[in-house]
């Protein structure tokens, strides 16, 4: 299994950045795709999850400002996030849960997000 994420990056506060995850080498069928991150400092925690029936789970803290959303075809998740803010600086991993009741994680992209 290989997750592929990109789009990663500087931002200024209030700006926006889009973020992709691609699945591939994935034998079972993709139930649950999503975004961790991870500070400095802190644990990883849950951004947002999204259901292949489209059902979604976001973090308080980025309700309303981020949307998650895939392409099953594709096996890809995308995470786009606008009114950053300096807290949402951390690295964002992406993660795939497959009806195998197995796992995965992707290698993570930087997210910096300047005031």
């Known amino acids: 299994v290989q997750l592929q994420a990109s789009g990663g990056g500087l931002v200024q506060a209030g700006g926006s950045l889009r973020l992709s995850c691609a699945a591939s080498?994935?034998?079972?069928?993709?139930?649950?795709m999503g975004w961790y991150r991870q500070a400095p400092g802190k644990q990883r925690g849950l951004v947002a999850t999204i259901h292949r029936n489209g059902n979604t789970n976001y973090a308080d803290s980025v309700k309303g400002r981020f949307t998650i959303s895939r392409d099953n075809a594709k096996n890809t998740v995308y995470l786009q996030m606008n009114t950053l803010e300096p807290e949402d600086t951390a690295v964002y991993y992406c993660n795939v849960a497959t009806m195998a009741a197995s796992a995965y994680w992707g290698q993570g992209t930087q997210v910096t997000v300047s005031s």
């Open positions: 080498r994935i034998t079972f069928s993709i139930v649950v």
